[in-house]
């Protein structure tokens, strides 16, 4: 178990770009990891790599200060810079067994995530595994380690509400669009074509919204969100031109400046009546207060949608008491099965030894005797001796399993 580890580049002590810099590309990572795993002579090696952060999970017996890890990241990446090297090297968290071990069951029930709940990570781990294993990089702790990994994180998702409650912009904005009974027909034009865009645009093709218009600063950014949304892509200063209406709008740019101006809006609206639906994700705003506080219009803004997720987020943590419950359950279970497959492992040459034993008796110690039975008296002695021998293995492993298990 002690030669188990985790070593951990994460944004708890790390800027999101310097853990960029350890980010190995898909096609790379065999060799990589590959003449990683050789040098240190690790028996298992997995590799983890999210938007913030770098896992590597390890099997071997090296110990790791702060020099061993400096030659570890240079194998990781040879360009780092010496701030870099420096600044990666004191911010790593390495881990050892049983602690290693419970980082891997909270890393992948999201009690570690920079957004505790958000389920994301549960994939990211299972794919991580099947890469390296696939590779020839994993072995047996590992497997059976992922595999209780993901069954203690199902369970955490569904014996408490750590997942319940979103608290993305994006989740939470697609909410209240709903809560206003908005129909899939609906007229949704997108002004800008950022990340938080599309991500919400995400949310619109999954529930099957058709209608689609983007506005964006450059024509190219607004063309792939459109491409994604099959609508129309359209470039910013064309706005005032756009004689189509709109049931919602949804601004998020990069402007310091409002956007959506008092004219851009009455021109947006078409002269249609009834309410429209504006949902300003950007900061500063990018609505104008006079069209925000126009009685035709359900404004939502950023703010609203924060002090949301806050709510929510505290709701996810009260529910981390219950997640550690499980883990340390989880934890001690695990133990138990490493120690029943220690055994299994040690006793698996058990069975051809005792094999052996029999052919020698059969063969050499006992062949003159055998010889003297007839047909009948041999079948009968081989039928004995291979029950004997399956007995045998049977009750060897189970009672090796047994003193073993009652050491605890």
Do not use: W
């Not at 050499?364 to 021998?389: C, P, Q, R, T, W």
């Amino acid at each position: 178990m002690n030669a188990f580890k985790v070593i951990a580049f994460t944004h708890k002590h790390l800027p999101f770009e310097c853990i960029g810099n350890l980010h190995i590309a898909l096609e790379e990572q065999d060799r990589v990891l590959g003449n990683l795993k050789m040098h240190f002579e690790f028996e298992e090696l997995l590799y983890l790599s999210t938007c913030n952060r770098i896992e590597l999970m390890i099997c071997g017996e090296a110990e790791f200060n702060s020099s061993k890890i400096s030659e570890l990241l240079h194998f990781l990446n040879p360009r780092l810079s010496d701030s870099d090297l420096q600044m990666l090297s004191a911010g790593a968290e390495v881990l050892v067994a049983e602690a290693a071990i419970s980082h891997v069951l909270k890393l992948a029930s999201s009690l570690e995530s920079l957004v505790i709940g958000e389920r994301e990570i549960i994939t990211q781990v299972r794919k991580a595994y099947e890469h390296c294993n696939a590779l020839g990089l994993t072995g047996d702790f590992i497997r059976l380690l992922i595999k209780q990994t993901i069954e203690t994180a199902k369970e955490i998702y569904t014996k408490t509400n750590i997942a319940k409650n979103p608290v993305s912009v994006a989740s939470l904005a697609y909410r209240q669009l709903r809560d206003l009974g908005i129909k899939n027909e609906a007229r949704i034009v997108f002004v800008g074509a950022g990340e938080t865009n599309t991500t919400l645009a995400a949310y619109f093709k999954k529930h099957k919204f058709a209608n689609f218009t983007v506005f964006n600063r450059s024509l190219a950014n607004a063309q792939k969100l459109a491409t994604i949304l099959n609508g129309n892509a359209f470039e910013l200063p064309e706005l005032l031109s756009y004689n189509k209406g709109f049931d919602v709008l949804i601004v998020c740019t990069g402007s310091s400046e409002a956007i959506i101006s008092k004219t851009i809006y009455h021109h947006l609206r078409n002269q249609e009546v009834g309410k429209k639906v504006i949902i300003d994700l950007s900061l500063p705003a990018n609505v104008e207060a006079e069209v925000s506080l126009d009685p035709l219009v359900n404004y939502i803004d950023i703010n609203s949608i924060r002090s949301r997720a806050e709510a929510n987020l505290q709701l996810r943590k009260n529910e981390i008491e219950k997640c550690e419950e499980i883990i340390n359950e989880k934890a001690k279970h695990f133990n138990a099965l490493y120690r029943e497959r220690k055994v299994e492992l040690a006793f698996g040459q058990v069975p051809k030894q005792v094999r052996a034993i029999k052919d020698l008796a059969i063969n050499e110690v006992f062949a003159k005797e055998i010889d003297l039975l007839d047909a009948n008296g041999k079948e009968v002695l081989d039928k004995v001796l291979s029950y004997m021998e399956k007995k045998y293995n049977a009750v060897a492993i189970k009672t090796a399993k047994d003193v073993l298990l009652e050491r605890d």
